[in-house]
Structure formats: structure tokens, C-alpha cells
């Protein structure tokens, strides 16, 4: 009978591990069903970013969450200078507006009850800085919640795109290729190389990668045509926006936002700026628009001067270069909604098996 009733036992603990280990794989394959209401079974809202919430001006950030209580799902941002009760989340910002859905950046909801929307950052004509986005059940602006609003928030950092540069190897010698790495924050399309020396002048673009990285390669016979001399040069990121403001156009550079388009100065041709003025004078126009610019959508540059010299001569290296500005830093917080309870289904187990 001692026998009999210690069997039992065993089989009870069994039991115990057995239902906890479903409750387990209930909630990790339906997260959904176990935050489709609060603990007092009111519908929810919630909204959560990709990544670091952590953002360059220019990137896509994706958003989700789950919404319980209506078909659609409301979104607006609030931040630096915009309004309390804040604005839609595609550009031209429109300020929310109780009741009125077209006021809002409205998703559906899906059948299962979650919800999904990319956040494009570029032409927002935003500052940098700390944002909330709302996700809200009815159209109701923050100025208007009131003890029945059903919502979420998340909070995400916008940031200053930048570029950086070098040349490997630093040490440049006629006829001999080398490349132009960086990278470009904010991941724009492309970026734009500019090589200039004495008599020589070269433009051009060159794709960015995901990770925000871009290389050009200078050939060998492209370095062949490279005059011994002091060169600058310039990569040109094209900021929130997209789009280059300062550009080639024939024999002159052009500003493009400038009047709808103004020629700056000559760079090819007879009575062009060359080596070291034209760089200054391409220096100048970029950072004279971008000193006035309050939403990062005015170019920005780095310069790396370089020195090209025959075979066999000494040749002076390269100096990386960089427009990086002061950056804070956000920690990630990785959601462990499981991990407790997990723990404490292993260490059950683990003692249960043991005392068999």
C-alpha cells in the first residue's frame, strides 16, 4: 500500500508538469490570445517598435502591436514642436483632430486582432530629438483622453543623419586602384563622390548598402588619369530628403533648391575653379545650406584631402575624415514576457525527474 500510494504521488507530479508545460506552449504560440485584454478583461492596444528605438532621419522604422477593441487602429506622434494633442505620421503633418479619422494615420486591424505599419522617417521636416507614437482605438488626439481611451505608446529617438570616409590603401599611387568606403547613417539610396585635384574633376554616385556601408572603386585605369598632385575628397549624403541639393550640371555646380535651381560656380571649362578652390567652394555651398537647416534634409558632407604621386615616389597617406555629431545613446529593451515563467517550468521539471 506504501508502494501504491508513492506511485500516486509520482503520477500527481507528473500531472502538474504536464499542465504547466501546455500553459507554456499556449502562450508562446497564441501571444496574441494572452494580451487580447488586461486583467480585467478590458480589449487593449499596444504598440511596439523594431530595434533599438533608436533612429536616423531617413530609415524605416517598423511598428506593430495588437488592438482588441476596434476594427482600426489610430496612430499620431507627439514631440519638439508639435502640437499636444499631435500629428499624423506621414508627411504633410496634419494635426489630429477628435473624431475625424483622415486626421490620423489610420491602420486595420486584422482578424487576429494585431496590426502593422512601416514608419517612413524621411521628408518628415522634423528636429531631432524624443517622440511618442500613439496607437489608439477611436480617433481621439492626446488632448482629448480621458479615463475610457484605449491605447498604447512607444517611444522612439530620431537623430542627425552623418557620413563618413577614407581611402584604402592611404598611401595613393598613379595606376594603381584603391577604394572610397564609409558610411552613410540614416541609409540613404546613394551617395555622391566628388575627386578633385588640379585639372581634374570627377562626380559620381554610388549605391548604399543595408548595413549603411558604400564603396567605390577607383580602377586602375582611372587612377592612370589621376595628374600627381593634392587632391580633396568629398562624400556627399543627400540627408533626410533623399535627394542631392548641390550637383553637376554641364560645366557648372548647381544649386538646386536654390531659386529652383541656380548655377553656383564653374568647375569645368575655360575660368573654372580648380583644385583646392573648387573644393573650398563646394565645401562652402554645402555648409552654407546646411547651417540653416532645422530638419536634416539639406546635404551634409565629409572631406578626406589625399595626395596622388608617380610610382616610386614616397606618397603621403590619406586622412579618414567624418561629420559625425555627438550622439546619445539608447539602450534596447527587449521584451522577456516569457521568461519567467519559463524558468520556472525548467526548474520544476528538473526537480520533479530528480526525486523519480
Do not use: C
Not at 187 to 192: N, S
Not at 223 to 252: E, T
Amino acid at each position: 500500500m506504501l508502494v501504491q500510494g508513492h506511485n500516486n504521488q509520482y503520477g500527481f507530479e507528473k500531472l502538474i508538469l504536464l499542465l504547466l508545460l501546455s500553459v507554456t506552449v499556449v502562450l508562446l504560440i497564441s501571444p496574441v490570445s494572452a494580451y487580447s485584454a488586461d486583467a480585467g478583461g478590458k480589449p487593449v492596444v499596444t504598440i511596439v517598435a523594431r530595434g533599438s528605438q533608436s533612429y536616423y532621419f531617413g530609415e524605416e522604422v517598423d511598428i506593430s502591436g495588437i488592438n482588441s477593441a476596434s476594427d482600426s487602429t489610430y496612430l499620431f506622434i507627439t514631440g519638439p514642436n508639435i502640437p499636444e494633442g499631435g500629428v499624423t505620421l506621414t508627411p504633410p503633418k496634419q494635426k489630429s483632430v477628435n473624431g475625424d479619422p483622415s486626421t490620423f494615420t489610420t491602420v486595420k486591424t486584422k482578424p487576429d486582432k494585431t496590426w502593422e505599419y512601416s514608419f517612413y522617417t524621411a521628408n518628415l521636416m522634423m528636429d531631432a530629438g524624443s517622440y511618442t507614437i500613439y496607437a489608439v482605438s477611436k480617433p481621439t488626439p492626446k488632448d482629448q483622453f480621458d479615463n475610457t481611451t484605449t491605447y498604447g505608446t512607444v517611444s522612439l529617438i530620431l537623430k542627425r543623419p552623418f557620413i563618413t570616409a577614407e581611402i584604402s590603401p592611404a598611401s595613393v599611387t598613379k595606376g594603381q586602384p584603391f577604394s572610397i568606403t564609409g558610411i552613410a547613417e540614416g541609409i540613404p539610396p546613394e551617395v555622391q563622390i566628388w575627386i578633385i585635384g588640379n585639372n581634374y574633376e570627377f562626380t559620381t554616385k554610388t549605391p548604399v548598402n543595408p548595413d549603411a556601408s558604400f564603396t567605390f572603386t577607383v580602377t586602375e585605369a582611372m587612377s592612370g588619369n589621376l595628374p600627381a598632385g593634392q587632391y580633396n575628397l568629398i562624400a556627399q549624403h543627400p540627408m533626410a530628403d533623399n535627394q542631392f541639393d548641390i550637383v553637376v550640371s554641364g560645366d557648372y555646380v548647381r544649386n538646386l533648391k536654390l531659386n529652383n535651381g541656380t548655377n553656383l560656380f564653374r568647375i569645368n571649362g575655360p575660368g573654372s575653379l580648380q583644385g583646392s578652390d573648387a573644393a573650398d567652394a563646394l565645401i562652402t555651398a554645402i555648409s552654407d545650406q546646411e547651417a540653416h537647416d532645422t530638419t536634416y534634409t539639406n546635404d551634409t558632407y565629409t572631406l578626406v584631402p589625399f595626395q596622388v604621386t608617380d610610382a616610386g615616389s614616397p606618397t603621403p597617406q590619406a586622412t579618414a575624415a567624418t561629420t559625425v555629431p555627438v550622439q546619445q545613446t539608447t539602450p534596447q529593451h527587449a521584451p522577456l514576457q516569457y521568461a519567467l515563467l519559463g524558468a520556472i517550468v525548467v526548474v520544476a521539471g528538473i526537480v520533479i525527474w530528480k526525486r523519480q
